[in-house]
């Protein structure tokens, strides 16, 4: 069975740290996507992969990085956390470009305190 | 700005019962839509897709609609099960990701 797995389910920083949210797929998919849900608000793509060390601004960047030192792995990085950054991440792959049918995760709520 | 916006934050509907779940667009370019699923604690999960060549998409207890005229589609689901519980987005590819409209959550009555 294809999974894409985040590392955590729940997390809590204190604002200013550094946060380090992590994904892992197992398909060997080319791209790989970070969004945020907010109630309300949707899916809000943050970051995106199409390749390994290649990246792309998505919608609301602002705050955020992001790292794809090897296929699988695509990290999201907080640089130094805010009250508004908690939410609920999702990471996605896909197989290629063009390809929507997007595999999610089962998401990371992060609450910044 | 979002392409994609659906009409309803929630719908509830009784056990048995047809869901109907809509969705409208910007774009009239736009030619590609995708339905996805989401269950309480999972990602959201791919349901059904269908391209601006067809009015029409019929999947397992599930239609798409689309009617390019007033830029508005529809996902139905039939007999619809408490399993059906879930919010639901319609979602459209543009600069080649997926933009995401802000979600109907279903909530089936027994």
């Known amino acids: 069975d294809v999974k894409v797995t985040q590392s955590s389910r729940y997390l809590v920083k204190r604002t200013g740290e550094k946060v380090f949210l992590e994904c892992v797929q197992d398909?060997?998919?080319?791209?790989m996507f970070w969004y945020r849900q907010d109630p309300g608000l949707g899916l809000r793509l943050i970051y995106f992969?199409?390749?390994?060390?290649?990246?792309e601004k998505g919608d609301i960047p602002e705050g955020y990085s992001v790292s794809r030192e090897k296929k699988e792995r695509f990290s999201l990085i907080l640089e130094s956390a805010s009250t508004n950054q908690t939410s609920m991440y999702l990471c996605?792959?896909?197989?290629?470009?063009?390809?929507?049918?997007?595999?999610f995760g089962s998401g990371t709520r992060l609450t910044v305190v | 700005g979002e392409s994609v916006g659906l009409h309803l934050p929630t719908l509830s509907v009784q056990e048995g019962d047809n869901s109907i779940i809509n969705c409208a667009y910007s774009n009239s370019a736009s030619d590609y839509f995708i339905w996805y699923k989401q269950e309480s604690g999972k990602g959201p999960q791919f349901i059904i897709d269908?391209?601006?060549?067809?009015d029409k998409r019929q999947g397992q207890r599930v239609t798409v609609l689309l009617n390019k005229t007033v830029k508005h589609l529809s996902l139905q689901i039939a007999a619809t099960q408490p399993g059906d519980s879930a919010v639901y987005f319609c979602a459209e590819p543009l600069g080649g990701k997926l933009i995401f409209g802000q979600g109907t959550e279903l909530s089936v009555k027994p």
């Open positions: 992969s199409y390749d390994v060390k290649m990246k």
């Open positions: 398909m060997d998919h080319e791209n």
């Open positions: 269908i391209r601006s060549n067809m």
């Open positions: 996605a792959s896909s197989p290629n470009r063009g390809n929507y049918g997007y595999t």
